[in-house]
């Protein structure tokens, strides 16, 4: 049957790897350290019964008439038995007891006078022993038969009792080794969970409202702490992009309520009495002045979605930056002309960049340089190309500059310094922040560098093709 390993817990894999892994290598030991025994006493009683073969032969060649020394070899038998035959192998002397339970038919073919036996035959009779015989013909230089039958058996039956215990206790050790593996693998990979325990019950903690809650890698095992940190990494980019929803949904309730507040207004003042058609007509060119705004705000908050969307990528060009940058300071010349501001051209390089978003940027620093410079102001916007980094391009005005405390935050959307609010109401504070999030697409950077009364220098980097 098919198990289905997916839905199983670490744990559980963790204590049937362990233990499998034990079971293995008690197999493998306990089961060399039998072939071991085993081998060793087969190879002990092999050579027993080689070297009592060369014996018997020896008594033979040397005493050939002389039966006691023979006779008292036999009789002297133990754990073994002899049996002497004559070449018509008719028994000429055996050890006591060996006939009924050790008969001639049941010891292997005889090797040769000149050979020794390797290995012996294995036999049980009924008398419930077991016994390890071999047979072998020997030499004789007298004038009467030329050879004898040597039949000689061992009995091992101790060997085998000792081989069965042996088994028995090697299978208990391998059981109970079972059994203490299962038991040690629940222990320890329930202990080396814990960690992940934890981590759970931190991750069931956390919150909208409490993102605050960490993780600290440096408690845990070197095999944690990359999860954790991640999972720590994870926290903060949620808890900041939690911050900037907050952020952002206030700041856009606040730049909607006002234009919202002054359409009921205008409306609530039409409505409480009668009206002249130019009356009416002002004050639907108020709303739609008002609508307009809403409508740029929209537009800017959808590009900015769009921007920042995962996944986004734009079609790169290769851009004459300072044709660009004609092409969007003729666009403001008029503007700039009544307001008494000159805008310089200055720089060439090609730049790699999304034509459109390339002027929307561009447009979007001049437009905020054109409010903040005063008359007879001056706005440069230059070009260059910067070996190992891409192309820059500025742009710089003699305005009114802006306070390093509000530096940090200037690129942030609806973020507007309170003098500018004042002093610019139609605007929303997101142009900068789409500037920002068009570097970001491009895969460069936007630095901004100004002092109070004396102007500001916006940076875009684009960076040069791979």
Not at 53 to 63: K, T, Y
Request: glycine residues 6%.
């Amino acid at each position: 049957m098919w198990v289905r390993t997916g839905s199983w817990s670490i744990t559980r894999r963790l204590t049937i790897l362990y233990a499998l892994s034990t079971v293995t290598m008690l197999l493998v030991v306990t089961g060399i350290l039998y072939w071991v025994l085993v081998s060793d006493l087969a190879k002990a009683d092999n050579q027993f019964l080689k070297d009592k073969i060369r014996v018997l032969r020896a008594i033979l060649r040397e005493h050939p008439d002389e039966p006691e020394g023979l006779r008292e070899e036999v009789n002297s038998a133990g754990v073994y038995y002899i049996r002497v035959l004559d070449q018509d192998k008719q028994v000429l002397i055996e050890s006591p007891d060996m006939a009924p339970w050790l008969p001639g038919f049941l010891f292997p073919e005889p090797i040769e006078s000149g050979e020794f036996p390797t290995a012996g035959l294995k036999r049980s009779p009924p008398n419930g022993r077991s016994y390890l015989l071999v047979s072998a013909w020997t030499k004789l230089e007298t004038a009467g038969p030329p050879r004898r039958l040597l039949q000689v058996a061992l009995d091992v039956t101790g060997e085998q009792a000792l081989i069965a215990g042996y088994r028995r206790r090697l299978i208990i050790v391998l059981f109970g080794g079972t059994l203490f593996a299962a038991a040690a693998g629940i222990a320890i990979a329930r202990r080396g969970m814990r960690p992940m325990k934890a981590i759970t019950q931190t991750a069931e903690r956390i919150t909208a409202v409490q993102l605050h809650e960490r993780i600290d890698p440096a408690r845990w095992p070197k095999e944690l702490t990359a999860l954790a940190t991640a999972f720590d990494q994870m926290l903060d980019r949620l808890e900041e992009s939690f911050t900037r929803l907050s952020q952002f949904s206030a700041d856009l309730a606040h730049e909607l309520r006002t234009p919202i507040h002054n359409l009921m207004g205008e409306a609530e003042v039409a409505l409480s009495r009668n009206r002249t058609p130019e009356e009416y007509r002002d004050v639907l060119e108020s709303s739609l002045e008002e609508f307009a705004k809403l409508s740029r705000m929209i537009d800017g908050l959808l590009f900015l979605a769009r921007a920042e969307s995962t996944g986004r990528s734009i079609e790169r060009s290769p851009l004459d930056a300072r044709k660009e940058i004609n092409a969007v300071a003729e666009f403001h010349e008029a503007l700039a002309e009544e307001q008494g501001i000159r805008i310089v051209c200055e720089g060439n390089a090609t730049v790699q960049a999304d034509p459109i978003l390339f002027r929307r940027a561009l447009s979007n620093l001049l437009s905020n340089a054109l409010q903040y410079t005063p008359r007879g102001g001056r706005i440069t916007v230059s070009a260059r190309s910067v070996a190992n980094i891409g192309v820059e391009v500025r742009v710089k005005d003699t305005g009114s500059g802006i306070a390093p405390e509000h530096l940090p935050k200037i690129f942030d959307r609806f973020y507007r310094v309170d003098s500018a609010r004042s002093q610019f109401p139609q605007g929303f504070g997101l142009g900068l922040a789409i500037v920002r999030s068009i570097m970001d697409l491009h895969g460069g950077a936007v630095g901004i560098q100004s002092e109070p009364s004396k102007g500001t220098t916006v940076t875009l980097t684009f960076p040069s093709p791979l």
